[in-house]
């Protein structure tokens, strides 16, 4: 692994994690075929990332695991770092402190990312270059972009859980994105979620098919109780 300089691990709020598990790729294949709605009802509708955190892009979808970074406003430097932790199949999620000032992840580092494999970026903040990041087919998750650059004074961790958009997500959890927003899946739990949102899946189908007889949608039950779970 090469080694950036300027970035020795000072403890924290400047450090990297040792390595760290990812979710089976064949639970994240699973997971990838469906819905992110869908997804974070089988979690009781967590899991979901605020709506501000949107694709920066038409179409932009990804799935993967996370690779965690957590960067002060405006400085991008720790996210370099976290590219030499990258394996195929990550998804890098950073938490940007919400920050639209200066963008943190741009055109030269998609394409460097991309060609480790990396499938993806999700970001509470802002990035720039979208035209190029479309046409690379690299999916960016954000609150915007800005045409400013970051700073690069180095602070920050890699590998340690993070909040993004209003979710904590965790190095090697699954992450999944798509025209309605991004959802976290602990790792742990991935391989119960993926079973819990295939049920859903298809009693949703069930459901469309009432839903185009114009039958009812909701199932009977106590005056005033709670519909938890119903469908939208």
């Known amino acids: ?3 950036v300089p300027g970035l020795a691990d000072a403890g924290p709020g400047a450090r990297t994690a040792p390595p760290w598990a990812r979710a089976d790729p ?3 294949e699973g997971l990838r075929a469906l819905p992110a709605t869908t997804v974070a009802d089988a979690m009781h509708r967590l899991g979901a990332m605020d709506g501000g955190i949107r694709p920066l892009w038409p179409g932009a979808r990804l799935a993967g695991t996370a690779l965690t970074v957590w960067v002060r406003s405006g400085d991008n430097l720790r996210i370099h770092h976290a590219l030499d932790h990258a394996r ?3 998804v ?13 992840f ?3 580092m998609a394409t460097r990312a991309h060609a ?10 802002a990035v720039r270059d979208l035209a190029p990041l479309e046409r690379l087919g690299f999916a960016v998750f954000g609150r915007g ?9 180095g602070t920050g961790e890699v590998g340690y859980p993070v909040a993004c ?5 965790g190095a090697g959890d699954v992450v999944l994105g798509d025209g309605d927003g991004v959802v976290v899946v602990p790792r742990a739990d991935a391989p119960a979620v993926l079973e819990a949102a295939r049920m859903l899946c298809a009693r949703e189908a069930v459901l469309r098919a009432q839903a185009r007889e114009g039958r009812p949608l909701l199932e009977p039950g106590p005056p005033g109780g709670p519909q938890d779970g119903g469908p939208t």
């Open 92 to 104: 890098v999620v950073v938490n940007g402190q919400g920050s639209l000032a200066h963008a943190l």
């Open 106 to 108: 741009g055109e030269l």
């Open 1 to 3: 692994m090469r080694e």
């Open 165 to 169: 958009g209003g979710v904590v997500c």
């Open 145 to 153: 972009a800005s045409g400013n650059g970051p700073g690069k004074e």
């Open 26 to 28: 064949r639970t994240v």
């Open 116 to 125: 480790l494999g990396v499938v993806g970026l999700v970001v509470d903040g």
């Open 88 to 90: 195929p199949g990550d």
